[in-house]
């Protein structure tokens, strides 16, 4: 419809999927999210807006931040509930529950006859995930399509929240270093890709 009236810019979507509920200027993690799941907007990608409201997975090194810090710590933290919650939708597991990650190894472990650990689970999660953004990269996905709506890149006007902005110029490059992400094609590089045997 935004293409149709010539006002694509104001419609808050990303890649065609709008953003829901867990806005990023409250959550700046949720900005990182959006602009990089495999599906466009979609918070089911990585739960950040829960990890920063006090809900930290202390064993896998997922930690409890300032939710409205754009930062190298934050495209990290936010890397790794991406990871997680890649596994965890693998698993066909329901988030709103979210059994301690103790619990859904052995549940993986009794399932499938495994003996996975609890340092296996975010690489497999990140396997996964990599795995997604090659494919979408087959289909056409560029660094172009990381990006958010410029209304969510304004301040709201309610001084009686506190939020702000997530600072897009400092997230983005950080999340790609951190995922080893080259600048100009967004994939994962040889390396990182032959590390996860894909």
Not at 7 to 25: I, T
Not at 46 to 56: E, N
């Amino acid at each position: 419809m935004g293409r149709h009236y010539g006002v694509e810019e104001l419609a808050v979507q990303v890649n065609g999927l709008e953003v829901p509920m867990h806005d990023p200027r409250a959550f700046v993690g949720m900005g990182l999210v959006y602009a990089t799941s495999p599906r466009g907007a979609c918070h089911n990608q990585g739960d950040m807006f829960l990890v920063d409201l006090g809900a930290p997975v202390p064993e896998l090194d997922i930690q409890l931040g300032d939710r409205l810090e754009s930062s190298e710590e934050k495209a990290l933290m936010t890397s790794r509930v991406m990871d997680w919650r890649t596994l965890y939708n693998s698993l066909v597991m329901c988030v709103f529950c979210n059994p301690p990650a103790a619990l859904v190894r052995d549940l993986l472990n009794g399932a499938t006859g495994w003996q996975v650990g609890l340092e296996e689970l975010l690489p497999l999660g990140e396997r996964a995930f990599q795995l997604k953004r090659l494919l979408n990269g087959k289909l056409g996905l560029t660094p172009q399509n990381d990006r958010l709506p410029a209304p969510l890149l304004q301040p709201l006007s309610d001084p009686t929240v506190e939020t702000r902005p997530p600072d897009m110029s400092v997230l983005l490059p950080a999340y790609y270093r951190v995922r080893d992400w080259d600048p100009v094609t967004g994939m994962p590089s040889e390396q990182r890709q032959a590390r996860l045997g894909l």
